[in-house]
């Protein structure tokens, strides 16, 4: 495992620092090009499958191609010969790995690091089925429906993204990792809450409510509809306190606070009964997310950055003790909501 992070740091962090990385997609090719949008990459016998989904044009069904070899870079190389168009994979938007390429996370990382194609702020996804072929069947447009999440979690609406770039970063520092999800049913792709990865591995799956809870825990800034009695509310966090809780010397707790804001519709009538069971609400999403984790031990979230931020004096002592302490960590969880008439 620490030669695991030695490697990725020592690939990763020289790259964070040059103003190329973050690059942007070039200026879109034309004529007889296939434009892929997303990259689905999944371990076979030999290596690894590369399936690539291009943007479908006017009247056209979706073009899909496929690649197989040693390498993720051989893979991809091999998708030309798939099809009759020439494909290009300089505007790569997604990157979707299966459930079973866990173990994979580190190529991917390094691929996109070391080609110059290959933007490092493209998004990266776990896909909840059991073959990948699923997302990418004749049925689906996969660039078509990874644009409206990408719309979706730019704008905050229940997830925010992770990129290559920031996923790198993490796991460069040690970090587990909370990678939002796809669930593949009929009604095609969408949101389906996030994989724990945990040393090469996807230790848990946050869904439902931990998913909403996961994303409070990070400090995400999202938003999201919720009702009472039947009337809507529009509910957004605004981030997350962390501070650490001892006996004596021991670290034994957490206490975690979540401000939210939120939008009444109309004939809200704004009691503290309402109130309250929203508050309520959250709390039980952010400990559900927060058991997951600590049955896995896996700070997903890095509520460890987050107290040690609020408590930099205590930095050493929190991290000293966090790894053994944090899967046993008592928290009190607190959500304040402000609410607002439309």
């Given at each position: 495992?620490?030669?695991?992070?030695?490697?990725?740091?020592?690939?990763?962090?020289?790259?964070?620092?040059?103003?190329?990385c973050?690059?942007?997609?070039?200026?879109?090719e034309?004529?007889?090009?296939?434009?892929?949008?997303?990259?689905?990459?999944?371990?076979?016998?030999?290596?690894?499958?590369?399936?690539?989904?291009?943007?479908?044009?006017?009247?056209?069904?979706?073009?899909?191609?496929?690649?197989?070899g040693?390498?993720?870079?051989?893979?991809?190389?091999?998708?030309?010969a798939?099809?009759?168009?020439?494909?290009?994979c300089?505007?790569?938007?997604?990157?979707?790995?299966?459930?079973?390429?866990?173990?994979?996370?580190?190529?991917?990382l390094?691929?996109?690091?070391?080609d110059?194609?290959?933007?490092?702020?493209?998004?990266?996804?776990?896909?909840?089925?059991?073959?990948?072929?699923?997302?990418?069947?004749?049925?689906?447009?996969?660039?078509?429906?990874?644009?409206?999440?990408?719309?979706?979690?730019?704008?905050?609406?229940?997830?925010?993204?992770?990129?290559?770039?920031?996923?790198?970063?993490?796991?460069?520092?040690?970090?587990?990792?909370?990678?939002?999800?796809?669930d593949?049913?009929?009604?095609?792709i969408?949101?389906?809450?996030?994989?724990?990865?945990?040393?090469?591995?996807?230790?848990a799956?946050?869904?439902?409510?931990?998913?909403?809870?996961?994303?409070?825990?990070?400090?995400d800034?999202?938003?999201?509809?919720?009702?009472?009695d039947?009337?809507?509310?529009?509910?957004?966090?605004?981030?997350?306190?962390?501070?650490?809780?001892?006996?004596?010397?021991?670290?034994?707790g957490?206490?975690?606070?979540?401000r939210?804001?939120?939008?009444?519709?109309?004939?809200?009538?704004?009691?503290?009964e309402?109130?309250?069971?929203?508050?309520?609400?959250?709390?039980?999403?952010?400990?559900?997310?927060?058991?997951?984790?600590?049955?896995?031990?896996?700070?997903?979230a890095?509520?460890?950055?987050g107290?040690?931020?609020?408590?930099?004096?205590?930095?050493?002592?929190i991290?000293?003790?966090?790894?053994?302490?944090?899967?046993t960590?008592?928290?009190?969880?607190?959500?304040?909501?402000?609410?607002?008439?439309?």
């Amino acid at each position: 495992m620490r030669r695991m992070l030695r490697t990725v740091a020592l690939l990763v962090l020289p790259l964070l620092l040059l103003s190329g990385c973050g690059r942007t997609p070039q200026s879109r090719e034309a004529g007889n090009t296939a434009v892929i949008g997303v990259l689905g990459v999944e371990p076979d016998l030999l290596g690894l499958t590369v399936y690539a989904g291009a943007e479908s044009r006017s009247g056209e069904p979706p073009a899909v191609y496929l690649g197989r070899g040693e390498t993720l870079a051989a893979a991809v190389e091999a998708l030309s010969a798939s099809g009759n168009a020439m494909v290009s994979c300089a505007h790569v938007e997604h990157i979707l790995l299966a459930q079973t390429a866990a173990g994979n996370l580190e190529e991917v990382l390094s691929y996109a690091f070391q080609d110059p194609q290959q933007s490092t702020e493209s998004q990266l996804w776990v896909v909840r089925t059991p073959e990948l072929s699923q997302v990418f069947s004749g049925e689906l447009d996969p660039a078509q429906r990874m644009s409206v999440l990408r719309a979706a979690g730019k704008d905050g609406q229940n997830f925010k993204p992770v990129t290559l770039r920031e996923a790198a970063a993490d796991l460069a520092e040690g970090k587990a990792l909370l990678l939002p999800a796809l669930d593949v049913t009929e009604a095609g792709i969408s949101f389906g809450g996030y994989a724990l990865y945990k040393e090469r591995e996807f230790a848990a799956w946050l869904t439902g409510e931990a998913a909403l809870g996961a994303a409070l825990l990070r400090g995400d800034l999202i938003h999201w509809t919720d009702s009472v009695d039947g009337r809507a509310v529009s509910l957004r966090s605004d981030g997350r306190r962390v501070e650490t809780l001892w006996q004596g010397d021991t670290l034994t707790g957490l206490s975690i606070r979540c401000r939210l804001e939120g939008t009444a519709s109309s004939g809200w009538t704004g009691g503290g009964e309402d109130r309250s069971h929203l508050e309520e609400k959250t709390c039980r999403a952010m400990a559900a997310a927060l058991q997951i984790m600590q049955a896995a031990g896996a700070d997903g979230a890095d509520l460890r950055g987050g107290a040690g931020l609020a408590d930099l004096p205590d930095w050493q002592r929190i991290a000293a003790q966090w790894e053994t302490a944090f899967p046993t960590l008592t928290p009190t969880l607190t959500a304040k909501l402000t609410l607002k008439e439309p």
